[in-house]
């Protein structure tokens, strides 16, 4: 890979402690939520982007699917490769950016999820070019007619925090629903200047139409609070699932 990005400085810092964020306790339940979505075959193949510490994958994997896990940075999957050997299960790990990868169309499913890579621009990407190439990309692997669950930031909600003042001082673009900030990785450590990318409903549906998958359902998508429900206005993320159903264009 080229010179590190803004988010794989952040993720290579913040890997330490990424499993002690409080979004991360609900991972057995979010697969059994994802299992019921993806109705995958026994012993079906899927692809996790953006895995980062592998907790979703791993948890796949005990189940007896065969996981890819896929992530820019270099520490958090080491702690992937880590905590799959503690739990004596077998997952590839595959170090890339997810605007570059390219895989065959080999994934009964793909999972991105708590804003894995979908809308985390480093400094120089393009809003939507950025979750453009990733949607293509995650569609490409997938086998016709798979699903693919993702988690993205809610616009609705930054539309709703946001006032003009923010605009005037460049935290929020509301022309490119996009975040800037200043985040450290943990404690003690610098911040890191970053970039995050919103979404809302009806560009979410035109974005994976043209990466060749139909939206099936927009659910509220908070982690802790998955379930087939309708979208909070406030709320952090909305779930997309889709089904590919052709080649990306």
């Not at 480093?122 to 692997?141: A, F, G, K, T, V």
């Not at 003009?164 to 200043?182: K, Q, T, Y």
């Not at 610098?190 to 979410?204: C, D, S």
């Amino acid at each position: 890979m080229s010179e590190k990005t803004t988010w794989e400085r952040f993720f290579d810092a913040h890997a330490p402690i990424y499993d002690d964020n409080v979004f991360t306790k609900n991972t057995a339940r979010e697969v059994d939520f994802l299992l019921e979505e993806l109705l995958l075959p026994p012993g079906g193949a899927v692809l996790d982007v953006g895995c980062g510490t592998g907790r979703h994958a791993i948890e796949l994997a005990k189940r007896g699917y065969v996981v890819t896990g896929l992530d820019l940075s270099s520490e958090m999957l080491a702690r992937a490769a880590e905590k799959a050997k503690a739990e004596k299960v077998q997952v590839e790990w595959v170090r890339s950016n997810a605007t570059h990868f390219v895989f065959p169309a080999r994934y009964d499913a793909a999972v991105c999820l708590c804003e894995g890579a979908f809308g985390l621009l480093d400094q120089s990407d393009d809003p939507i070019d950025q979750p453009m190439s990733i949607l293509c990309n995650i569609s490409r692997s997938l086998k016709p007619q798979a699903k693919a669950v993702f988690t993205v930031l809610n616009g609705a909600a930054l539309l709703r925090r946001h006032q003009n003042r923010d605009v005037a001082e460049g935290r929020f673009d509301p022309l490119s629903m996009v975040e800037s900030s200043e985040l450290a990785p943990r404690e003690g450590l610098p911040e890191v200047a970053v970039r995050e990318r919103a979404f809302v409903p009806t560009e979410l549906l035109l974005l994976f139409r043209i990466a060749g998958m139909s939206v099936l359902h927009l659910w509220g998508g908070t982690a802790g609070n998955w379930g087939r429900r309708p979208l909070d206005l406030d709320e952090i993320e909305i779930m997309i699932v889709a089904c590919k159903t052709a080649e990306p264009r």
